[in-house]
């Protein structure tokens, strides 16, 4: 799926903002077209015509639906530093016991002065895999009540 979209020239980076005066009636509207069609263009003057790659074009799509429903978004660069209350907040746990899994080394941090910094992409990398094996332990408690005839199968 490929989608066309105007974009500006690389500026600088975008401090974070609020944007109160969001048609939703446009944004309901655009949600639509960018699901109904694979290609999107739009072209105005000064602008440039790029393709969007999918993983683009879906997190478009997630972000323009998000906003239609409501929903506060909030965009954050992978390389972006967190505090470590900042992280734990993040992967929903106590400060103290994300300090624990920085000093076993289970996540990478670096030091500013004397205080650790996390960065977004080594905690979403952590959390995925703390999904994944969590996974993988119910389905094989799962599997094992099935065996042990707790549970039929379906």
Known sequence: MVAVIAVKPMSSI?????????????LVQLQQLLTERSTVAADTAGLHRVALPD???QALVKIIGDLASGRVVSLASASQEMTTQESANFLGCSRQFLVRLLDEERIPFHRVGTHRRVYLQ?????RNE????RHEAIQEMARNAVKDGVYDEF
């Open 55 to 57: 993983k683009p074009y």
């Open 14 to 26: 975008l401090d974070p903002a609020l944007i109160p005066d969001l048609n939703k009636a446009e």
């Open 122 to 126: 080594d905690l979403i990398s952590y």
């Open 130 to 133: 703390r999904d994944r094996r």
